[in-house]
């Protein structure tokens, strides 16, 4: 069973359109952090989030954290071909080691021109 | 500081070998991670460093599995009797972290070392 659930994991989208990928999960994490990776790279951090219900704006990226800090989103406004990578959500659980950062599977995205 | 570096990039070998991977971190960063990544899956938590401390391991670092941090700068992770199931890319990470530190475990991934298995 997999901590943290990311949604969808597979999305292909036009130039211009909006888009949300989901993470959830039924642990409480502490923080939780997005990432971006390319293939053949090492991910990149986008964002960390720690407060529930926190809003997190990153140029047409916008990061919400969930109240109860078990779920995130990741919302894109008028998507580009440059945003096209995996996308990431990865936490530590509450009362957990610091040092473990558990991944979700991530949501592969695809923008076309 | 150019970031976190990994070597070899990539290595093929035969099952059975022996191989070793080495990373270098953020020279200021006193912690140092080792992750796995399959094909059309998140990366999976092996291990980690504080200083040349060993922390915590994860129950898939199996016996052949090995990391150092001897001096509590580079790593080397290597793997024994290799078995194709071992084929991945490791990917290594670092950051600030431990007592004394408020703020949040950001880490810095390096570009990775992926590890084919004949």
């Known amino acids: 069973t997999q901590l943290l659930e990311q949604s969808p994991q597979f999305l292909s989208i036009q130039e211009g359109e909006n888009l949300t990928v989901y993470c959830n999960s039924s642990s409480v994490f502490s923080s939780l952090q997005w990432y971006r990776q390319e293939p053949g790279e090492g991910p990149v951090l986008l964002v960390t989030v720690v407060t529930g219900g926190e809003v997190k704006k990153l140029k047409r990226l916008t990061f919400q954290f969930g109240d109860a800090r078990k779920d995130s989103s990741l919302h894109i406004t008028a998507a580009q071909p440059g945003d096209t990578g995996l996308y990431l959500c990865?936490?530590?659980?509450?009362?957990?080691?610091?040092?473990?950062?558990?991944f979700g599977k991530g949501t592969k995205l695809s923008v076309k021109p | 500081d150019t970031g976190v570096s990994q070597n070899p990039r990539h290595k093929i070998t035969k099952r059975g070998q022996n191989v070793t991977f080495r990373c270098d971190p953020i020279?200021?960063?006193?912690?140092l991670y080792w992750y796995r990544q399959t094909l059309g899956q998140g990366p999976e938590f092996l291990t980690y460093?504080?200083?040349?401390?060993?922390?915590?391991k994860s129950r898939l670092l199996s016996d052949r599995f090995s990391a150092e941090r001897p001096k509590g700068s580079f790593s080397t992770l290597e793997i024994q009797r290799t078995e194709q199931g071992d084929s991945a890319m490791y990917l290594c990470?670092?950051?600030?972290?431990?007592?004394?530190?408020?703020?949040?475990?950001?880490?810095?991934f390096g570009a990775g070392s992926r590890l084919t298995v004949l």
């Open positions: 990470a670092s950051s600030l972290g431990g007592s004394g530190w408020s703020g949040a475990n950001v880490l810095t």
């Open positions: 460093f504080q200083n040349e401390a060993q922390l915590e």
């Open positions: 020279s200021e960063h006193n912690r």
């Open positions: 990865a936490g530590v659980q509450y009362g957990g080691s610091q040092g473990n950062l558990i």
